[in-house]
């Protein structure tokens, strides 16, 4: 019975991000005031969210309804591979609209020239390759490792640290390669957002305009919130793996590390849709033509 108490507000955000998600890339899509670069990046953000909670939200809600501990070590090890992977495309499309904002505020009038249609798909391609291609040998640095203790992970899913944490070898270079990905993802991507972010508060301060100001930093609201929902667990989950794990009880750190997977596709959406003009107004049109429909 606690199992299905607890099922029940994963399985309403599971339900939430993909109507969420699926509602914002179909609007982005049919809605011709949206074909602009910052909602083609919104779109890559939802389609990546929603691949992230698929991986994972199916497998976790049979633990709970119907008791389906087990996974297949291969199975396992492609569920490990595409969660990082998700994540690591994820980080790259953030990254990638902090320099959306920063082009629209800071060389609003070469914006649509310097963002086109052609640059914005290389980027996206570029983000996801990344987030693919460093994730490709996580997968065959565990499948190495020999395993002789428990086969019980405290997770939900398979995840990378709790995995080798299980096997009766040295971990060293699975921790080591970790951290190398973590620069070249987390660490590079939180330094192109911080510098993309402190050339647009210089711009916007530099405004004469308080209008003009409020406008501005309107604008990049939202995004702000999305990196904050995303990178608070994720940062919390990395650092716990590493240097908390016997100080940090392990209930939190599975809630949390279900959190970091959870909140930006439950979320996202939501705050894309208070925070943004466009994408209310594309709404409201939508209902209101259902209505006048029926």
Known sequence: LLHVWISLPLCTMYIISLVGNLGLVYFIYYEESLHRPMYFFLAMLSLIDLLTCTTTLPNALCIFWLNLKEINFNACLVQMFFVHGFTGVESGVLMLMAVDRYVAICYPLRYATILTNTIIAKAGLAAFLRGILLMIPFPFLVKRLPFCQSNVISHTYCDHMSVVKLCCASIKVNVIYGLMVALLIGVFDISCISVSYTMI???????????????AFSTCTAHISAIIITYVPAFFTFFTHRF???????????????????????????????????????????????????
């Open 201 to 215: 508060l210089r711009a916007v301060v530099s405004l004469s305009s308080s209008d003009a100001r409020q406008k």
């Open 244 to 294: 908390g794990g016997h100080t940090v009880p392990p209930s939190v750190h599975i809630i949390v590390a279900n959190l970091y997977l959870l909140l930006p596709p439950t979320l996202n959406p939501i705050v894309y849709g208070i925070k943004t003009k466009q994408i209310r107004d594309s709404v409201t049109k939508f209902f209101q033509g259902e209505k006048g429909a029926s």
